[in-house]
């Protein structure tokens, strides 16, 4: 009995205090001379910021998505890398007079909510802001990247659909995961200061902070990028607790405080809600989750957009210019796309020969062909040649050949082996040699060292570049016996010298181990291919350190 009369007389006494407050407060504004707010005036005010909300943050940006009518348009108002201001909830002067409530995004500005998304309040405005900003801005032109260690994940699984459709990027968890998320958004903030981005813009949404202060500090470096650098970050859990150490502080950041109640606006950089710092003077309700009507109607629509935009046709590869570029410093061919930028491959000093790995069906030879396509399209017969040899199924470089149901042919192709046995194989490469030790004393007699010197002093000279492409090479090499070993010589000379005079290799494979033929030899032959291709199933090509390839799906 003691215990529980004591609880309650600090409980009596708590009660006391409150309206002693209370009573301060009212003494304090009846000596202020406030007057009492004019609820025509409110209604009016409530009303002019409706309307100033409607003209800032038109259709996806304003719009009560939780509305029973109809959705709004996919129109794109604004530019999509300028300040917009974008709805965060409702505000309440009084209980029947809100008004939307925006704060200002991309452009440089960011976002911060001082709880994280394990309040599910601050789980639904982050899934809210996502939908928005991807339905009001043209498909592909935002890039979002999501961290989510605190739920692993969860917080973002009800934009699973945007998921599927391939507009959103599953979430980052794992510490290595957040590394390569910072990562990516530092190297597209230098890409797009450096005029070589892709021209999107980068949204950063944490649905908690990194669990270490130097991943913070990279995070918080973000919002000091700028406008020009196109990220926004909508950081939720900042500022983080103390304990003892200071968090990094952000930039040109509205702050969102949550208390049990509802939710407190900070006042924007550079426009204000107040004039003496204190933000928004009125109650937010932050937004709910858009419905799923809602959701699927958006992935349905950017699905769309994105693969018709990101799909690669043939064509794209082709130069609009036939046999326009000259290989005298190398060879050079797109071969697909990261995004909106080009990927551009070389045959030259640096990468002078490359390994493909990948198992069947991968697409080896769909990328064999590719390349060889966008190579014979860029450069004429008199500076490219191509020695093709196939231990698959014969079949892979007939196109490049006349046959009786196909009678054109490439000319670029110099030998091409459509039924390759291994005795072919080897009498193709002592082909090549010949024609090495034949180059090497032209060089020799013209007193240089390398291909693009002679080329670049002697017009006249006809040495097209060579590319040669052994397609399941591996089949060359087996068994143990003196064909095996052989090829296995030539091959090493080739690519060791090869390159001086202009003869480039790429040899494809599903696997690179096991051949007896090349034990002892794999670092003198493979340390030569500086450039590794990793296909689905090639892992073997790359470091066993590198599993970059390998969660790479079919196609």
């Not at 032959?525 to 790359?542: E, H, S």
Request: charge should be neutral.
């Amino acid at each position: 009995m003691g215990r529980l009369a004591s609880t309650y007389q600090r409980a009596v006494d708590a009660h006391r205090r409150a309206l002693a407050r209370v009573a301060a407060a009212r003494t304090a504004l009846t000596a202020s001379g406030a007057p009492p707010a004019d609820p025509d005036q409110l209604r009016d005010t409530a009303a002019r910021l409706r309307r100033a909300a409607e003209e800032l943050a038109p259709g996806w940006l304003g719009a009560d998505l939780g509305f029973a009518g109809a959705m709004p348009t996919f129109d794109h108002p604004a530019p999509p890398h300028a300040v917009q201001r974008v709805r965060v909830g409702l505000g309440y002067p009084t209980a029947d007079l809100p008004f939307p409530a925006l704060v200002p995004l991309l452009g440089g500005n960011h976002l911060a909510i001082d709880a994280d998304a394990r309040d599910p309040r601050v789980a639904a405005l982050l899934r809210t802001l996502v939908v928005r900003l991807l339905a009001a801005n043209p498909a592909g032109t935002i890039r979002v990247r999501t961290l989510d260690q605190a739920a692993l994940g969860a917080t973002f699984l009800p934009l699973r659909p945007l998921v599927e459709a391939g507009v959103l990027a599953d979430p980052a968890t794992g510490e290595d995961g957040v590394r390569e998320l910072l990562a990516d958004a530092e190297e597209h903030v230098r890409a797009t200061q450096l005029g070589t981005g892709d021209g999107t813009s980068l949204l950063v949404v944490t649905a908690s902070l990194p669990a270490y202060r130097p991943e913070l500090v990279r995070l918080a470096a973000l919002t000091h990028a700028g406008a020009g650098a196109r990220v926004c970050v909508i950081a939720a859990g900042y500022p983080p607790p103390a304990h003892g150490i200071q968090a990094p502080a952000f930039g040109t950041t509205t702050q969102i405080r949550l208390d049990r109640l509802g939710a407190h606006l900070g006042d924007p950089p550079g426009e204000p809600f107040s004039l003496d710092g204190q933000g928004l003077a009125v109650p937010v309700t932050l937004d709910r989750d858009p419905p799923l009507r809602t959701l699927a109607a958006v992935a349905a629509h950017l699905g769309e957009r994105v693969r018709r935009d990101s799909a690669l046709l043939f064509t794209d590869l082709i130069p609009p210019w036939r046999w326009s570029e000259s290989s005298i410093d190398g060879l050079r061919t797109t071969i697909g796309r990261t995004r909106r930028t080009p990927v551009e491959l070389a045959f030259d000093d640096a990468t002078p020969h490359w390994l493909v790995g990948g198992r069947t069906g991968a697409g080896k030879t769909v990328f064999l062909l590719d390349v060889l396509y966008g190579l014979a399209a860029r450069y004429s017969p008199d500076e490219l040649a191509f020695y093709l040899l196939d231990f698959k199924e014969g079949i892979s470089f007939t196109e490049f050949v006349p046959t009786g149901r196909d009678p054109t042919w490439i000319p670029h192709a110099r030998a091409v082996g459509i039924e390759s046995d291994r005795e072919y194989g080897v009498a193709v490469l002592r082909e090549l040699r010949r024609e090495m030790n034949r180059r090497a004393n032209d060089l020799k007699r013209y007193g240089v060292t390398k291909l693009s010197d002679l080329r670049r002093g002697q017009a006249d000279i006809a040495m097209p570049r060579i590319v040669v492409v052994i397609d399941e090479f591996h089949v060359l090499f087996a068994g143990n016996d003196a064909l095996a070993r052989e090829a296995t010589a030539l091959l090493e000379e080739l690519a060791r010298k090869g390159r001086s005079y202009g003869i480039h290799l790429v040899l494809a494979s599903q696997t690179v181990s096991g051949v007896e033929a090349l034990y002892g030899k794999s670092e003198s032959i493979f340390g030569q291919f500086p450039l590794r291709i990793a296909l689905p199933g090639g892992n073997g090509v790359l470091d066993v350190l590198n599993d970059a390839a390998a969660a790479l799906p079919l196609g």
